[in-house]
């Protein structure tokens, strides 16, 4: 019962922290972005139902195969982030636990330790109807897709306000933009600030697709307000994001976003041809349009 507990809490903990959890299974660049979120789920309703299963305390060989196997599976994709140097949070407990893959390991074998010696714990007599245990088991995967629908589920392409006057201005002769060339070819371009949560998933979302897809990583540019009232040459910030990030006084940049952020234009020789924000970053679209 303790570790059909354990299942369920870790199970809770992925899905409040769910938008850091999908992108941590597409950073490894594995899977698209839409079946990142589909899989990131999957994993949530597989933790749930099996923690049901082992408190329920019946059917128990096919419960604990089934914790077994996710164990395992769970202990050898760690193994492989370990190989590959990742040391960054696996995001097994969610937010509220930080902890890297080899730690996370330990905590497997534990637990897998612990699994063997319940194995050995007699069911419960009762065997309900096909009609009383399926439904639980069909609740909690029902109230998961309900409670965090997949962003591919929900959001479609949409078409941002964003000010089209003021952003010709900054890419006109002249303009704040103008050094940079972005009337010329194809750009990736964000309006992003640092220290806002949605807008450095937008810079993970956008650096994984650009790793994944092998695109051109110059394409892609990224703009953060600065506190100088005045319009000065524009420069690096090595520090927020994971690819530079240019500086633009931050009248210029609440005038063309209307204060909107992170937003996203897909720009083609200066004019925007699409535009996306945080929930419907398209990585097919994206694509596409680069290549």
Known sequence: MLLGVFFIVSALAKLVGIDQFEIYIFSYNLLSLNLSFLVARLVICAE???????????????????????????????????????????????????????????????????????????????????????????????????????????????????????????????????????????????????????????????????QRNNLDSTAFLYFTPSQDSTIAPLTLDTHTFLRPAYQIDLNTYSLITYGQRPILFLMQDGQVVATSHYRNIDEQQIVDFLK
């Open 48 to 210: 749930v139902l099996i923690g049901i299963g082992l408190l329920a305390n019946i059917f128990n060989r096919w419960v604990d195969t089934c914790a077994m196997l996710m164990l395992v599976l769970f202990t050898l994709f760690l193994g492989y982030a370990t190989l590959i140097g990742r040391t960054d949070s696996c995001h097994c407990m969610g937010p509220l636990v930080e902890i890297d893959p080899a730690k996370s390991i330990i905590k497997n074998i534990l637990l897998l330790v612990a699994l063997v010696f319940a194995m050995g714990a007699k069911p419960w007599a009762w065997r309900p109807r096909w009609y009383i245990w399926l439904p639980i088991l069909l609740v909690p995967t029902v109230t998961i897709f309900f409670r965090s629908a997949p962003d591919n589920w929900l959001f479609g392409p949409s078409q941002e306000v964003y000010n089209k006057e003021e952003l010709d201005h900054a890419n006109a002769p002249g303009g704040v933009l103008h050094s940079l060339q972005l009337s010329h070819g194809k750009h990736v371009v964000a309006f992003l600030t640092p220290g806002c949560q949605f807008c450095q998933m937008t810079d993970e979302k956008l650096t994984h697709i650009c």
